[in-house]
């Protein structure tokens, strides 16, 4: 593993520090001292920050005799720094590979004096926040990313960025980042050539094997020739409503082939009930009458059931989101116009920074969650924040709103 962050030069933004001519108070003979356009100087007198000079040319009379005046010039122009990383990063999903990256980060100084007199080694600063951002970016990245020459690391490298303040900390801001490279390393047994190869394998054979169905005709006929033993679990007792489902297209005996070995063939009984409800009951119109009212208590059992499910899935997410260090959360259940619980929630969370001040979560759940994801909205130290999820990007019923929590924390700090 490894990086480049050593062969960074720090004069690409800061020229040497130079001490300039103390100022003479003789009409006509003080010195003076030029700023190259794209290029401001930070002056300080006395070893004290005086002023930040533009470009053009300066006299020198305006400052005190007898006191050391230095000046610091500073590239204001638009700068790239190029970040190369050797087996520093790991793509996890779906099978772990170590991947060789590197981005080119365009950046330019937004604030001289805070990069000449508070930031010791600003490059290495900016850095070593570019690589934080990669790791929160790229920790649920899928091998697709390769594919796709990193497009969504370096976005929300970008966006990881952003929401660190940079101008505010390092003096510096950063424009753009694109991924120069990103190629995965052989470890030896090359895990990703072998899980890709797999995966083609069980998509052919699942293709053979729906090709051969689809082209398969077979009737009662046949079976009764070729497969006697199904056709006899097929016909035994249920002649007639066996027949009406053929004559019905409910029945398609090529089906029977695709059992699973062991099974025992057809559940007579359950396709007794699955016949009544669709065909009818030929005992009367009294059982079909039961049947449907029978339909109707079990549908409002259903519903019922559901919204106990939702509401125990909402008090579960809400402890784990109670559990999570230092965390803030209220919840609000959402109702319609008649004032009934709807089946909605909207959920606030405030939890702390590791780096110092606070990440707010707001989340609304609709009646379908969580078979749908959640609507999220970010904000950082209370400014509104772009933030792309990849939980939400790869969302299912099995998901927590604590794993969005977790991935908020490694991506903002």
């Known amino acids: 593993m490894g990086t480049?962050?050593?062969?960074i030069n720090h004069s690409a933004i800061i020229y040497p520090t130079q001490l300039l001519d103390k100022g003479i108070p003789l009409p006509f003979l003080e010195g003076k001292f030029v700023v190259d356009q794209g290029w401001c100087a930070v002056i300080t007198e006395g070893g004290a920050f005086k002023e930040t000079l533009e470009p053009g040319t300066h006299f020198l009379g305006k400052y005190k005799v007898f006191r050391d005046v230095k000046a610091t010039k500073v590239d204001m122009r638009v700068k790239t720094l190029e970040v190369m990383t050797w087996g520093e990063f790991n793509i996890s999903q779906p099978i772990p590979v170590e991947v060789d990256l590197s981005?080119?980060?365009?950046?330019?100084?937004?604030?001289?004096r805070r990069v000449v007199t508070e930031v010791t080694t600003p490059l290495w600063s900016l850095f070593d926040r570019v690589i934080k951002a990669v790791r929160g970016s790229i920790v649920y990245a899928t091998i697709d990313e390769i594919r796709t020459h990193g497009e969504g690391i370096a976005r929300t490298t970008m966006e990881n960025l952003k929401a660190m303040l940079l101008p505010n900390e390092i003096g510096i801001e950063v424009l753009n980042v694109l991924t120069t490279k990103i190629k995965a390393t052989d470890t030896g047994n090359d895990a990703l050539a072998t899980f890709q190869k797999k995966m083609f394998e069980d998509v052919q054979s699942t293709r053979v094997h729906n090709a051969l169905i689809s082209e398969t005709n077979v009737d009662l006929k046949w079976l009764a020739i070729e497969r006697p033993e199904l056709y006899a679990q097929i016909m035994a007792g249920n002649t007639a409503v066996i027949t009406q489902m053929i004559d019905k297209g409910l029945l398609d005996p090529a089906g029977f082939l695709n059992q699973p070995a062991g099974t025992g063939g057809l559940n007579m009984n359950s396709s007794n009930m699955f016949v009544q409800n669709l065909l009818g009951n030929t005992s009367g119109?009294?059982?079909?009458?039961?049947?449907?009212?029978a339909g109707r208590d079990d549908s409002i059992k259903q519903i019922g059931s559901s919204a106990s499910d939702s509401r125990s899935r909402m008090k579960e997410e809400i402890n784990l989101l109670k559990k999570v260090a230092g965390a803030n959360v209220d919840s609000k259940p959402g109702v319609d116009d008649d004032g009934i619980p709807d089946g909605t929630y909207d959920i606030k969370m405030d939890f702390p920074r590791s780096s110092g001040g606070e990440i707010t979560l707001f989340v609304s759940c609709s009646e379908k969650y969580p078979k749908i994801p959640p609507i999220i909205e970010i904000e950082v130290n209370g400014e509104d924040t772009p933030f792309q999820s990849a939980i939400l990007r790869r969302w299912n019923s099995s998901n927590y709103l604590v794993e969005i929590v977790r991935e908020l924390k490694q991506s903002f700090g």
Do not use: F, G, K
Request: glycine residues 0%.
């Open 4 to 7: 480049n962050r050593n062969t």
């Open 103 to 112: 981005l080119s980060v365009e950046y330019r100084v937004a604030d001289p």
């Open 285 to 293: 119109n009294v059982q079909n009458s039961q049947a449907q009212s």
